[in-house]
C-alpha cells in the first residue's frame, strides 16, 4: 500500500507539473502574441520573468524555429535551441518532459512546441512565412518540485502511520479475541488427524479464554471416554478371534470393526445351523464356509467316533487322497496337526500325487467325537494362505461344535430308541418305522426282500432251568449268529423276547432257505454258558417274501410267523418257507 501510494503520489506531481507547464505555455504563447500585435516584442523578456516569478519556475526561455529565425532573426537574447530536446521537440512537434530526482531536490523539465494556425485571432499566418500546424518555436521551463516530493513523502509518512496503528489494534484484536479460537481449531484438527490414524490419546489444548478452556475440557471429557470405551472394547472383543495370525492394527476401530465383522459372519452361520434338522446338513454348512468363504478347492472332513471306533467321510470336496477308513489317522493319534510341508510323507496313510501338499487338523467336539480336516495344496503360496486360516475355520467348527454335539445326542438317542439294547440288533419301533418310509420306496424301485421270523425252541425251559441271566446270554448269542450269517444289506430285528426278523435284501428263494438254514446250523452249535457248565439249544425259522406273497410287509411278517408255527408243529430245529395253503381258509388269509 505504500508503495502504491508513493507511486500515485509520484504520478499525481508530474502529472500536476506538466498541466502547470501547459497552462504557463499557452500564457507565454497568448503574451508573446499581444506584445507582437502591439508592437512592444522587445519587452518580453520582463513578461517572461515575471510569468516565472508568478508561477514558481527556475528557468524558462524560448527558442524559435528555423524557419522563424530565417524570417526575424535570432531574437535580441540569443532565442535559439539551446539543447537537443529544443531541437527534438521543434522536429516533432511533441510535448516532452525529463524528471530529475537526487537526494535532496526534484526537478522536471517541460519542453512544450508552438504550432502555427490560421484559425485563431490574430492567425499566425499574418505574421509568420509558414505552413498550417509547422512549429514556429518552443517553450523550455524547469520547476522545482522538491516540495510536492516532500509533501507526497509526507502523506505517506502519515499513512503509513495510521496503517501500522490499524494493524497493531486489529492484532491486538486478533490476539485477544480472535486467536484463542483459531488455536483451539488448530488443536482440534490435530486430535481429529491422530484419530484418523488411530490415536486417540491427544488432547484438546485450551486458553486462558474461558469460552475456549470450557469447550476444551468438554471435548477432552468425551475424547477421554471414547479413548477408555475403544480400549475395553478392543480388548474385550479380541477374546473372541481364535487366529494365532491376527495382526492389530494401531486403530482400534479398525480392530473392533475387523472383529465384529469376523462376529457376525460366524452368528449368522450359528443361527443357519441351530435351524439345521440333520447332522449332515451342519457338515454340509462347513463344507460350504471352507469353499465359498475361504476358497478352498480340495478338502476332506471325517467323523471319527473313538468310542465306537468308527471313521466316517462326512464331506469330500473333489476326493479324499488317503485310507484313513481302514488305517489309524495320525493327526487324531497325536491330536495335532500334520503338515506334509514340514516333513514329507509323515502320514503314512496318504496316497496324495507328486506335487500336492497336505494339511491335516484334528478338532475335539466331544470326549467321543473327533473331525479331522484334510485340506489339499497345489503350491507353496496357496499353503501359506492356507496355514494363515487354520485358526479362521476353527472359529467356524468351534461355533459348530455344540449342534454337532447336540445333532449327534439326538441321534444316539433315535438310535437307543429303535436298537435294543440286549442284542444292538433294530427294535420293533424301527421295524415300524422301515414298513412306512422304507417298504413304499422298496415297492417303487421293485426291491424284495425275504421275511426271516426266528425263534429259540423251548425258550422258557432256559430261564425256568437256569434264570433270566443264561437266558440273555442265549438271546445275545443268536442276535449274533443272525448277524454273522446275513449281508451288511439285510437288516437284523428283535421282535420280541426270544423272537427275530431279518429282512434279506433282493434275496431269491433259494438264498433266502439257505440263509435260514446257515442261521439254523450255526446256532445249534454254539455253546451257552450256565453255572460252570454249557448247553446247546436250536431254533426254528419261517420264511416268506415281499411282494411275491404280499405286497404288505405285515402280511409277509405274518405270514414267516406262520410258516414259524408249522416248523414249531413239525418237530422244531427246522426251516419252513410259507405256502399258500397254510391258512386253514380264505377268511382267515384275509384277516391278516
Not at 179 to 206: E, L, Q, T
Not at 399 to 416: D, E, F, S
Amino acid at each position: 500500500m505504500i508503495v502504491s501510494t508513493v507511486i500515485n503520489f509520484r504520478n499525481y506531481g508530474i502529472k500536476t507539473a506538466e498541466d502547470k507547464a501547459s497552462i504557463t505555455a499557452e500564457i507565454v504563447k497568448i503574451g508573446l502574441t499581444a506584445h507582437m500585435v502591439n508592437g512592444i516584442t522587445d519587452q518580453r523578456d520582463y513578461f517572461l520573468k515575471q510569468i516565472g516569478d508568478v508561477e514558481k519556475i527556475s528557468q524558462l526561455w524560448i527558442a524559435r524555429s528555423p524557419s522563424v529565425v530565417k524570417q526575424y532573426g535570432e531574437g535580441h537574447n540569443n532565442e535559439i535551441p539551446r539543447d537537443n530536446i529544443d531541437k527534438e521537440v521543434l522536429e516533432t512537434g511533441n510535448t516532452k518532459s525529463i524528471t530529475t530526482e537526487t537526494l535532496g531536490k526534484s526537478t522536471i523539465r517541460v519542453t512544450i512546441p508552438f504550432a502555427a494556425t490560421e484559425f485563431q485571432t490574430p492567425s499566425c499566418m499574418g505574421c509568420h512565412e509558414a505552413k498550417e500546424g509547422e512549429v514556429l518555436g518552443v517553450v523550455s521551463m524547469v520547476m522545482d518540485i522538491t516540495e510536492l516530493r516532500m509533501g507526497s513523502i509526507r502523506t505517506v509518512l502519515y499513512n503509513m502511520g495510521l496503517t501500522l496503528i490499524a494493524v497493531l489494534f486489529v492484532f491486538i484484536v486478533i490476539n485477544r479475541f480472535i486467536k484463542p479460537f483459531v488455536s483451539i481449531f488448530y488443536s482440534i484438527r490435530d486430535v481429529m488427524n491422530g484419530a484418523k490414524h488411530g490415536d486417540y490419546s491427544i488432547r484438546v489444548k485450551g486458553s486462558k479464554n474461558e469460552e475456549n478452556s470450557s469447550l476444551a475440557s468438554l471435548l477432552n471429557s468425551l475424547l477421554e471416554k471414547l479413548q477408555h470405551t475403544f480400549e475395553e472394547l478392543d480388548k474385550k472383543v479380541y477374546v473372541f478371534i481364535k487366529n494365532k495370525n491376527y495382526v492389530k492394527e494401531a486403530d482400534p476401530l479398525k480392530n473392533i470393526n475387523c472383529t465384529i465383522d469376523r462376529l457376525s459372519d460366524i452368528y449368522k452361520f450359528k443361527q443357519t445351523i441351530e435351524n439345521d434338522k440333520e447332522l449332515e446338513d451342519i457338515y454340509n454348512r462347513i463344507a460350504y464356509v471352507l469353499k465359498n468363504h475361504f476358497n478352498l478347492d480340495e478338502f476332506t472332513i471325517i467323523e471319527i467316533d473313538t468310542m465306537n471306533k468308527l471313521k466316517k467321510i462326512v464331506h469330500s470336496q473333489k476326493e479324499c487322497h488317503c485310507d484313513i477308513i481302514d488305517n489309524e489317522c495320525r493327526a487324531d493319534r497325536i491330536n495335532a496337526s500334520v503338515d506334509s510341508t514340514v516333513f514329507a510323507n509323515s502320514c503314512e496313510v496318504s496316497n496324495l500325487e507328486a506335487g500336492k501338499e497336505y494339511i491335516c487338523t484334528p478338532y475335539t467336539i466331544s470326549n467321543e467325537l473327533q473331525l479331522v480336516l484334510t485340506i489339499v495344496t497345489s503350491d507353496e503360496k496357496q499353503t501359506e494362505y492356507v496355514r494363515s486360516i487354520m485358526s479362521d475355520i476353527e472359529d467356524y467348527i468351534t461355533t459348530a461344535r455344540p449342534a454337532i454335539v447336540g445333532k449327534k445326542l439326538m441321534q444316539t438317542l433315535n438310535k437307543i430308541a429303535r436298537v435294543d439294547q440286549l442284542t444292538n440288533m433294530y427294535n420293533r419301533k424301527f421295524l415300524d418305522e422301515f414298513a412306512d418310509i422304507s417298504v413304499p420306496q422298496a415297492l417303487r424301485a421293485n426291491t424284495s426282500y425275504g421275511v426271516l421270523m426266528i425263534d429259540i425252541d423251548y425258550f422258557k425251559m432256559i430261564n425256568d432251568d437256569y434264570g433270566h441271566d443264561v437266558g440273555d446270554e442265549a438271546i445275545r448269542i443268536v442276535s449274533g449268529v443272525i448277524r454273522k450269517q446275513i449281508r451288511k444289506s439285510d437288516l437284523a430285528i428283535r421282535y420280541g423276547g426270544e423272537e427275530f426278523i431279518a429282512l434279506l435284501y433282493n434275496c431269491n428263494e433259494d438264498n433266502i432257505i439257505k440263509i435260514a438254514e446257515s442261521i439254523r446250523v450255526e446256532f445249534s452249535k454254539q455253546k451257552i454258558p450256565a453255572a460252570g457248565k454249557t448247553f446247546s439249544k436250536t431254533l426254528s425259522v419261517g420264511c416268506s417274501r415281499f411282494p411275491q406273497d404280499s405286497d404288505s410287509i405285515w402280511k409277509c411278517i405274518k405270514f414267516a410267523d406262520i410258516a414259524l408255527y408249522q416248523a414249531k408243529e413239525g418237530g422244531r430245529n427246522q426251516v419252513v418257507a410259507f405256502k399258500q395253503e397254510m391258512i386253514d381258509n380264505k377268511e382267515m388269509g384275509e384277516s391278516y
